[in-house]
């Protein structure tokens, strides 16, 4: 007897032939009986669709009223739709679900149906229908506008279902199958249940598994089976091991722990002894990835271990503390959830847990090294991020109390509190610039016992105040940065010697009368400087004489000239001319009967108190020395990079664009890197990003000042020093006839040139002037300049003259030959080597004879060449031999720093001579062998900069701030410029495998990261080619391992030369023609990436040349709001600078007034009130 009666006669049709389902059968239940109660069921059915029939039949005779049709026909849809509900699919109208329908109904129904009836096309419930088995189906023509809304049917009107079961046929039933999963309803949907979805590859969960998991192995392994030396005929792929697994299960099944098959695989395998085969492969995969895991915990365990081993290591602590950031970027994602969907809650909530455990680390630091200077800089950082701008400052107020003689904290201090921007304003910072320099000046001179002064001290306090001219300058306030320098030179040069073994505040109180009298100051007419006045104040004092009237042509110039231009790009033009016409401070004419009250602008006046605390003492004369070029460098004059020290923060300085197109010049490619340009604006030059120069030098009143300067402190100087300060003044002669050259205007060449020469003559009419080699070179280089080469070559032959038989023992006659044979060799190649003028040149060199017309003999230039060769090798040599003793002292050290050092005009000659003799090989070789040694001598002598336990790192670099490593790094980057000069300069006349400039680029800009001149070849050379790859991954590996922020602007600036590139050649082509390169997409989006990096770096964040450059690429990209909101966040880092607001009216005018209110809130320097500005334009 079957167990499903209404399947009777079917199954009894089937024969069973396996006698294992016998138990499926039940005896006891007679098939009769269930046939009997189904027929009763039926009849009872049936009479109940007759009486609702009759029902329905005599309600549609009746006439109602069509609203009650209506509402009995919603309640019935009602009704019905709670019915599909219940009853499923096949439910019958009248609502009684509580009988079970069977499949074998069904069958007698379909054989006692009717054939349907023709289609209606009015629409009716199935209730209203008289007779059920005629017209069930009906063509809507009414179409539903609901379906034109929402694009789909109504869910309700979906019918839905359940699936009893998981069979499907064809499958069998033993080792195949379908997982049928349940489908949700939208009311679980609704709620977001994002989770239940499958995770994407870009999603966070996916990533946090490439981070956590190990790496999937690419290779196949061996079957276990197979041995290693014998060949395999196929590759085990998932599928094998999977149909294993399902064998090895299969066999589980059937095995003789379970004969009935009642068990599963993983029981009847643990009642063998086995344990699952998942298990064991997990257990295997646990044991491999093993070491993957460690890679997370284990190194924070070896921090640990390390930490209770060397608790006083203070680097151990700082990198532990950085290595969160790394450690939260594999757990949360870092920086790329904030790119993707990840929530900003989740993302504050885990930076603020990396903040708090930093913060904790940086705790117990602390507390285990209380006077380490460095851990509590760190500390103070994190609190910057937690802390409220008021608890932050009186905590740094507070540190620096503590500390009162460390140099490098102040630093960070002043930093701190000249980029804050809620709490900045001019007048806030400037003060404490002058608190910190007068404290340092207490710690030097002993008035502060408390706490002893650090070495390098004078140094620190020197860049301090460099730093703070240069921040009053980018504020606008050049009449402070000026006065500032005016009072400091007076206050070293110029000191009575009364006062000299007194401390600095009271030489700062004597000094106050002085300022205060109205005397003329240095670098003004009829100045005496501060010793004189106190001397002739101690006899009476003198008589004012009258001063000759000189009647200065006042140039009454419109400032508004084009009256048609915007209002805010007239005020952008008169604020830029204002600024660079009045940079002097003012000061009464008193032959005239001024006062002080007759002064228009207030603000040009400067009082003692904005600059007597930040007077200082400086002891050394090089420091002195230091001092003068720095004012000469903020003037805009070339100086000496290693006399004169480089900041220590020479990214708050960065603010020209020139520092990324020098040496364009490819009509002198040999000498176009002669006079490197810093990036740094003079006094004077504050306008937009991309402005243009009022004047070639300082204007008129200018030019008096520098001359005056010049005069007046040069017979304080030694005669070593006067050498140098006239180096500087030829080589700014030279620099504006270079600027006027370069803008094509020929009548200001002309008289610029005039200028110029007369300068330089009277400079080399000057006694200890007329032997100097360095100045007849600049002179000479300046008539060539200026295209006098005849005159040039005389000028060169008289310094080879002056030179005497010197020859090649002579650096500095080196480097007069070998700029006169780079000229020479930039006029034109010359097929015959012995008529060569640069070949002359260079063969009376090594001849030690002065030049001559004559023609040279081929045996003379094999006697030049192993001149060469001997002389190169004897001075590597004698620098092998000095490098131990770096430092010697007194004119010991200045001969070796003059004599031995400077071996790139050797260099440069020898390797000259042999491209023009021998081949572009030979003189590669040349550069080779002296930049290696070189360097490799450079690398013995830098220490290892780790920061001491007491925090102050500047004693670690001592040794390398010291004369000799300075001028022995300025010798090898000067030998790598040159090196790759003459690589570019045959490259570009000749075939020349680019992989050899390449290379050797690359390892100098490896040396040297921040050399400008080396960035700008390569860039020059990289976007010759197509791809980017190579370029992009070796600015990639230069910005990951180095802190400065010269070799992010050349990644930047490369990039954006080649959109350039890109641009231009798709404006270029016809819709229809082929492009010559192929457009890349995404440089917009790779230009901002490189920007972000660089503005993320600690110095990239307070630079103001990339903040910039990034607001002007987004307005030149048409992503106006994005520039605006880059705009507001370089205020919030850089508030000090008013090129900044300059660019920010020129590129979204119509916040002109926004702009300026914020310029006056934090004390920036406004020449042109928009009063003023509307007065100007009604005149």
């Keep these: 007897m079957s167990l499903f009666p209404a399947f009777a006669e079917e199954s009894a049709k089937v024969e069973v032939s396996s006698k294992e389902l016998d138990w499926l059968r039940n005896t006891s239940f007679q098939s009769g009986d269930a046939l009997s109660i189904h027929n009763q069921y039926l009849e009872r059915t049936s009479e109940k669709e007759s009486r609702e029939l009759g029902s329905g039949g005599k309600e549609k005779d009746d006439e109602e009223p069509s609203k009650k049709k209506k509402k009995k026909s919603v309640k019935k849809r009602k009704k019905k739709k709670k019915h599909k509900k219940t009853s499923g699919r096949y439910s019958d109208s009248s609502g009684s679900d509580s009988e079970t329908i069977y499949p074998s109904d069904l069958k007698k129904e379909e054989a006692n149906r009717p054939q349907a009836a023709p289609l209606s096309s009015k629409f009716s419930w199935l209730d209203d229908v008289q007779s059920p088995t005629e017209q069930l189906f009906c063509v809507d023509q009414k179409a539903d506008a609901a379906n034109w809304t929402y694009k789909t049917l109504y869910r309700g009107d979906v019918a839905r279902y359940k699936r009893k079961g998981s069979s499907s046929l064809g499958l069998d039933p033993r080792n195949q199958g379908i997982s049928w999963e349940d489908s949700k309803t939208n009311k679980k949907h609704k709620g977001g249940d994002k989770k239940k979805t499958e995770d994407r590859y870009f999603s966070t969960v996916s990533r946090q598994l490439l981070r956590s998991n190990p790496p999937i192995p690419t290779l196949a392994t061996l079957p276990e089976s197979s041995s290693a030396n014998g060949p395999t005929a196929f590759l085990p792929l998932e599928g094998e091991e999977e149909n294993k697994r399902g064998e090895e299960g299969e066999r589980a099944l059937t095995s003789s722990v379970n004969p009935l098959r009642v068990y599963d695989s993983s029981t009847a395998l643990w009642l063998q002894g086995k344990g699952p085969q998942e298990l064991m492969e997990r257990e295997k995969q646990d044991v491999q990835t093993g070491h993957g895991v460690l890679l997370l915990s284990g190194k924070t365990e070896e921090f640990n271990k390390q930490l209770r081993e060397r608790p006083d290591d203070t680097q151990l602590w700082i990198n532990f503390i950085r290595y969160q950031d790394e450690l939260s970027a594999t757990v949360f994602g870092g920086e790329e959830e904030q790119q993707s969907g990840v929530s900003s809650e989740r993302r504050k909530s885990s930076h603020r847990a990396v903040l708090e455990k930093k913060l904790s680390i940086a705790d117990r630091a602390v507390a285990t090294n209380p006077t380490c200077i460095a851990l509590q800089l760190e500390r103070l950082r994190i609190y910057q991020e937690l802390w409220e701008p008021s608890v932050l400052s009186k905590e740094w107020k507070k540190l620096v109390f503590l500390h009162p003689n460390s140099a490098p904290l102040w630093r960070e201090y002043l930093l701190f509190t000249q980029s804050y921007f809620s709490s900045f304003t001019v007048s806030k910072v400037n003060a404490a610039y002058g608190k910190c320099l007068s404290t340092l000046s207490a710690v030097r001179d002993g008035s502060m016992v408390s706490h002893p002064a650090l070495p390098g001290t004078e140094e620190d306090m020197l860049d301090i105040f460099t730093q703070q001219c240069h921040f009053l300058r980018q504020s606008g306030h050049s009449e402070k940065a000026v006065s500032l320098f005016q009072a400091m030179i007076d206050f070293t040069f110029f000191k009575p010697d009364s006062v000299r073994e007194m401390s600095t505040k009271q030489q700062v109180e004597f000094f106050e009368p002085f300022w205060d009298s109205g005397e003329a100051r240095i670098g003004e007419l009829g100045a005496r400087g501060w010793k004189a006045w106190m001397l002739q104040q101690e006899r009476g004092g003198w008589l004012q004489p009258p001063a000759e009237e000189e009647e200065e042509e006042e140039e009454d110039e419109?400032?508004?000239?084009?009256?048609?231009?915007?209002?805010?790009?007239?005020?952008?033009?008169?604020?830029?001319?204002?600024?660079?016409?009045?940079?002097?401070?003012?000061?009464?004419?008193?032959?005239?009967?001024?006062?002080?009250?007759?002064?228009?602008?207030?603000?040009r006046q400067v009082l003692f108190d904005d600059i007597g605390p930040s007077l200082i003492r400086l002891s050394s004369p090089e420091l002195r020395l230091s001092l003068l070029l720095h004012f000469l460098s903020f003037l805009g004059l070339p100086v000496d990079p290693v006399l004169s020290a480089a900041p220590r923060q020479p990214g708050l300085l960065l603010e020209s664009l020139s520092l990324l197109t020098q040496g364009n010049d490819l009509q002198h490619p040999l000498t176009s890197q002669d006079l490197p340009d810093l990036g740094v604006h003079p006094v004077g030059h504050t306008t937009p990003l991309q402005g243009k120069r009022k004047w070639a030098g300082l204007g008129k009143?200018?030019?008096?000042?520098?001359?005056?300067?010049?005069?007046?402190?040069?017979?304080?100087?030694?005669?070593?020093?006067?050498?140098?300060?006239?180096?500087?003044?030829?080589?700014?002669?030279?620099?504006?006839?270079?600027?006027?050259?370069?803008?094509?205007?020929?009548?200001?060449?002309?008289?610029?040139?005039?200028?110029?020469?007369?300068?330089?003559?009277?400079?080399?009419?000057?006694?200890?002037?007329?032997?100097?080699?360095?100045?007849?070179?600049?002179?000479?280089?300046?008539?060539?300049?200026?295209?006098?080469?005849?005159?040039?070559?005389?000028?060169?032959?008289?310094?080879?003259?002056?030179?005497?038989?010197?020859?090649?023992?002579?650096?500095?006659?080196?480097?007069?030959?070998?700029?006169?044979?780079?000229?020479?060799?930039?006029?034109?190649?010359?097929?015959?080597?012995?008529?060569?003028?640069?070949?002359?040149?260079?063969?009376?060199?090594?001849?030690?004879?002065?030049?001559?017309?004559?023609?040279?003999?081929?045996?003379?230039?094999l006697k030049a060449r192993r001149s060469y060769e001997q002389a190169l090798a004897a001075g590597l040599e004698a620098l092998d031999q000095h490098g131990p003793h770096p430092q010697a002292k007194g004119g010991g050290q200045e001969e070796l720093l003059g004599e031995k050092l400077r071996l790139r005009g050797l260099a440069g000659c020898y390797a000259l001579f042999q491209y023009l003799t021998t081949g572009i090989q030979a003189a590669h070789a040349v550069y080779m062998q002296a930049r290696e040694r070189m360097e490799d001598l450079h690398r013995a002598l830098k220490p290892d900069a780790r920061p001491s336990s007491d925090g102050e790192a500047d004693n670690s670099l001592a040794d390398l701030n010291s004369g000799y490593a300075k001028r022995l790094a300025f010798e090898c980057e000067a030998l790598a410029v040159q090196h790759a000069a003459l690589l570019r300069y045959h490259s570009s006349i000749g075939?020349?495998?680019?992989?050899?400039?390449?290379?050797?680029?690359?390892?100098?800009?490896?040396?040297?990261?921040?050399?400008?001149?080396?960035?700008?070849?390569?860039?020059?050379?990289?976007?010759?080619?197509?791809?980017?790859?190579?370029?992009?991954?070796?600015?990639?590996?230069?910005?990951?391992?180095?802190?400065?922020?010269?070799?992010?602007?050349?990644?930047?600036?490369?990039?954006?030369?080649?959109?350039?590139?890109?641009?231009?050649?798709?404006?270029?082509?016809?819709?229809?023609?082929?492009?010559?390169?192929?457009?890349?997409?995404?440089?917009?989006?790779?230009?901002?990436?490189?920007?972000?990096?660089?503005?993320?770096?600690?110095?990239?964040?307070?630079?103001?040349?990339?903040?910039?450059?990034y607001i002007h690429f987004l307005v030149s990209d048409g992503r106006v709001d994005q520039a605006m909101r880059i705009f507001y966040r370089a205020l919030q880092n850089i508030p000090w600078d008013k090129g900044l607001y300059l660019d920010g009216v020129q590129l979204f005018p119509d916040h002109l007034q926004e702009f300026v209110d914020v310029m006056t809130e934090k004390e920036l320097r406004l020449r042109l009130p928009l009063e003023e500005l509307d007065i100007l334009l009604e005149d």
């Excluded at 790009?569 to 003012?586: D, F, Q």
Aim: charged share 25%; hydrophobic share 35%; aromatic share 8%.
């Design 701 to 861: 009143q200018g030019e008096t000042f520098v001359t005056n300067l010049f005069r007046m402190v040069q017979p304080e100087l030694p005669a070593h020093h006067r050498a140098v300060l006239a180096l500087s003044w030829m080589q700014y002669e030279k620099l504006k006839v270079l600027r006027c050259l370069r803008s094509g205007n020929k009548k200001r060449l002309r008289s610029q040139g005039k200028s110029s020469k007369r300068v330089s003559k009277q400079l080399l009419k000057e006694p200890d002037n007329r032997s100097s080699l360095v100045l007849w070179r600049e002179y000479a280089h300046l008539e060539w300049m200026l295209g006098n080469h005849e005159e040039a070559r005389k000028v060169f032959s008289t310094a080879t003259a002056i030179g005497g038989t010197k020859g090649l023992r002579s650096p500095t006659l080196c480097e007069v030959c070998l700029l006169w044979a780079q000229l020479e060799a930039e006029g034109g190649e010359v097929r015959d080597v012995t008529a060569s003028p640069a070949v002359c040149v260079l063969t009376r060199l090594a001849e030690g004879a002065s030049s001559s017309s004559q023609p040279l003999a081929p045996v003379s230039i």
């Design 991 to 1109: 075939v020349f495998p680019l992989a050899t400039l390449r290379q050797t680029l690359t390892s100098a800009l490896s040396s040297w990261p921040n050399s400008a001149p080396l960035w700008s070849v390569y860039v020059q050379m990289e976007n010759r080619y197509h791809t980017a790859g190579r370029a992009r991954r070796f600015f990639q590996s230069v910005t990951r391992d180095n802190g400065g922020v010269v070799p992010h602007l050349f990644a930047i600036f490369a990039e954006q030369q080649r959109k350039q590139l890109v641009d231009a050649a798709l404006r270029s082509c016809s819709p229809d023609a082929a492009l010559p390169i192929l457009p890349e997409n995404g440089l917009s989006h790779r230009i901002c990436g490189l920007f972000e990096s660089t503005i993320a770096t600690q110095m990239g964040s307070h630079c103001p040349l990339p903040w910039r450059m």
């Design 558 to 603: 419109e400032e508004v000239k084009d009256r048609s231009k915007s209002r805010q790009t007239i005020w952008v033009e008169v604020e830029s001319s204002r600024e660079a016409a009045h940079w002097l401070p003012w000061r009464p004419d008193k032959t005239k009967g001024q006062s002080e009250e007759d002064c228009e602008d207030p603000d």
